[in-house]
């Protein structure tokens, strides 16, 4: 019988242990410092901003407390009401475009996973509009909706014309809030549908086996079985698209810029505009305490996101 290998003696293992540890350290340490840069100063940064009032170019900031708050939401007469808007056309978006991507993802996702030939090809078509979406497309978007583009030229000569819209889908202050909705639930709709196809497919067939035997029709284990098993991916995908409504900006400023006559302004926007587009006016502080704003509704609405599926399921 060999003998086992002789230890090591302890200053050696210790002097091993410490190279390692020093070496894991090593590999961390630029992951650490990038997270220390991006992460913890820029919000301690921003965090501090919005207890200020500064132009971004001037040496010394304005300490004002918390003034930035109270002005937008409520003590300033030309802030505030722009802020409500906002608040309101983004609560606005917050609602429909989930409830776009649910109410046409999931019908999708049912029927293609009732295809048997063909089902790779039809989840890539249907996904194209997520993997395509960004500046280009909405730009694209952009000529299509315009008054004398595509659409408009195709509703008259399909005997719609009074679906036109004259001065474009995007000038008309009544249907540039909705057909913003319908372009954000183009690209919104593919993850839904994947998230909920996926989800079919996990249904354990011994379920769907039992609903059939106690003679519950398509609809109704559609309805009463499968659905209520979905939950928690319906949850995934509304939570989703609120927090990019709450968030996102880019397709507003690209193709509205906000108007026509800030009908389309949401806070995302309403934040990037007192940041950027306010010349020198002291309003960083006040797009960083929007932002703020934004954040602490993101996080509650996260928070009431997880105690609805935690009460459901």
Do not use: C
Not at 51 to 61: S, Y
Not at 252 to 264: A, E, I, K, Q, S
């Amino acid at each position: 019988m060999t003998s086992p290998l002789p230890l090591l003696p302890r200053s050696a293992a210790g002097r091993r242990r410490l190279r390692e540890a020093l070496t894991g350290y090593a590999f961390l340490l630029p992951a650490v410092a990038l997270f220390a840069v991006m992460g913890v100063y820029t919000i301690g940064y921003g965090l501090l901003l919005s207890l200020a009032r500064w132009n971004g170019f001037t040496p010394h900031w304005t300490w004002v407390g918390t003034a930035n708050y109270l002005d937008l939401l409520y003590r300033d007469p030309t802030i505030a009401p722009i802020v409500r808007s906002a608040a309101l056309r983004t609560l606005v978006v917050m609602i429909a475009v989930p409830a776009l991507a649910v109410a046409v993802g999931f019908p999708l996702a049912v029927l293609l996973n009732r295809i048997t030939r063909l089902r790779a090809v039809f989840r890539t078509v249907y996904f194209l509009p997520y993997i395509t979406a960004g500046i280009a497309v909405y730009y694209a978007w952009t000529y299509v909706l315009q008054p004398d583009s595509s659409l408009n030229y195709l509703l008259k000569h399909l005997g719609l014309g009074s679906l036109s819209q004259p001065q474009g889908f995007l000038g008309n202050p009544a249907t540039a809030l909705p057909t913003l909705i319908v372009v954000m639930s183009w690209s919104a709709i593919p993850v839904a549908m994947l998230l909920y196809l996926t989800g079919l497919q996990a249904v354990d067939s011994s379920v769907l086996d039992a609903a059939a035997i106690d003679g519950a029709g398509g609809l109704r284990t559609m309805t009463a079985v499968i659905w209520p098993l979905l939950r928690p991916i319906t949850a995934a995908v509304v939570m989703l698209n609120m927090r990019d409504a709450l968030q996102g900006f880019q397709i507003f400023l690209v193709m509205t810029n906000g108007g026509p006559g800030g009908h389309t302004t949401v806070l995302g926007l309403e934040s990037y505009n007192l940041a950027f587009v306010n010349a020198l006016k002291p309003t960083l502080g006040l797009a960083s305490a929007l932002g703020w704003l934004l954040f602490v509704a993101a996080l509650l609405l996260s928070a009431l996101n997880v105690r609805v599926l935690r009460s459901r399921t």
